[in-house]
């Protein structure tokens, strides 16, 4: 039985994901050349709060120019949560629970850190 090769399709998500975060990334400089109204920056502890407290709360050109870091961040996060498919698919179930501990820690590091 021919085993299917899934690196073509991580290639894919990482592809796909730097090319979005590239896109949004210059729609928000074009946008703040435009309009030469760039918000203040509030500090926070986190990038993530800054996201979350002011894209919630309004949506503003600064908060804008933040979703393409956003996206980058959940590039490789969306690749570890493909992985663990791929792995279950395949029955390596000693890689699904390593995958799985790797996400773990990732999204404890993205929510908490």
Do not use: C, W
Request: hydrophobic share 55%; glycine share 2%.
């Amino acid at each position: 039985m021919k085993k299917k090769d899934y690196n073509i399709y991580i290639s894919y998500i990482l592809r796909i994901g730097v090319s979005i975060s590239f896109i949004l990334a210059i729609v928000g400089i074009l946008l703040s050349l435009k309009t030469n109204n760039i918000s203040k920056i509030y500090k926070y502890k986190s990038i993530y709060m800054f996201f979350y407290i002011n894209y919630i709360q309004h949506f503003t050109l600064t908060s804008f120019l933040f979703i393409p870091i956003i996206v980058l961040i959940l590039t490789p996060l969306s690749r570890v949560i493909f992985s663990i498919f791929m792995f279950q698919k395949e029955k390596d179930i000693k890689f699904v629970y390593i995958t799985s501990f790797v996400l773990l820690i990732l999204l404890i590091s993205i929510f908490i850190l």
